[in-house]
């Protein structure tokens, strides 16, 4: 189901969305070679806590078993924190998600460890582009095949494989709501977006080519030909008073804002 929000709605998952941008910066200062995974998602448990939020993805579907998602090197999305120490050359894609008075907000970024190589740091710029390629097409009257496009285009354009078995999605209520964001789509094609609607987009591009596959835990998803992934995400809504990210900063931020401060 859709949901169109208020603007008292909205300011909760503001809320929830400055716990997360709290999580990404402790979890990014954190993130040093000889770190375990697990003192990481401990980090962001913390945060969250301290915002006076929990965590979207505790118990998720009752079967998740930790605050946040960590995905080192060719795992795309849905690592499970574990007892992994980082090494100097690894990329770590960091996924979040807060709940604030039952609204969420949800997002991701990859960051290196330590020195990396030019090819990983290549592919978690372009993903990060390709992500700020559809916001910007969230606004009232585009179609979700324009953010599609727009993510696709920038993978595509450098070679990498992108990701279409797991998609961007809306977000309210829920941590996944509808309608499903998926990063291909085609230009002036499909459900017409309204204010009051909040979507993540979240692309996620591989090295090598797009497919995937599940490790045993049901959880872990990884590159199907062990190239690396990288992934992206943010949270964002349109609000009365325009296009708003509120997973960037302690507030809303309106996207030209956000994306100007990202590329200088």
């Not at 208020?6 to 999580?23: C, D, L, P, T």
């Not at 062990?226 to 997973?247: K, M, N, R, Y």
Request: proline letters at 5%; charged letters at 20%; aromatic letters at 6%.
């Amino acid at each position: 189901m859709i949901t169109i929000k208020s603007r008292r709605e909205f300011a909760k998952m503001a809320k929830a969305g400055a716990a997360v941008a709290a999580v990404h910066t402790a979890v990014r200062e954190a993130a040093v070679p000889g770190v375990s995974l697990l003192a990481l998602d401990e980090i962001g448990a913390k945060v969250i806590a301290d915002y006076e939020c929990t965590s979207s993805f505790l118990n998720y579907l009752d079967t998740y078993p930790a605050t946040l998602c960590l995905s080192p090197n060719d795992v795309i999305v849905h690592g499970i924190p574990s007892e992994y120490r980082l090494r100097d050359g690894d990329i770590l894609s960091v996924d979040a998600g807060a709940i604030y008075e039952g609204f969420h907000g949800d997002a991701a970024f990859t960051v290196g460890i330590g020195s990396i190589a030019s090819e990983a740091q290549h592919l978690i710029d372009t993903t990060e582009q390709g992500m700020w390629a559809g916001i910007r097409q969230v606004d009232k009257g585009r179609k979700l095949g324009d953010i599609g496009n727009a993510v696709h285009e920038v993978g595509e354009a450098h070679g990498y494989g992108v990701v279409e078995e797991y998609v961007g999605h809306g977000i309210g209520r829920e941590m996944h709501e509808e309608p499903q964001v998926p990063n291909y789509g085609v230009p002036g094609k499909g459900l017409k977006l309204k204010t009051g609607m909040s979507l993540c987009i979240e692309p996620m591009f591989n090295i090598g080519r797009r497919h995937t596959k599940v490790d045993a835990d049901h959880w872990t998803v990884r590159t199907e030909d062990g190239s690396l992934s990288a992934h992206w995400e943010h949270t964002v809504a349109i609000t009365p008073d325009g296009p708003q990210v509120f997973t960037a900063a302690d507030e809303p931020v309106p996207v030209e804002a956000v994306e100007a401060h990202v590329n200088s």
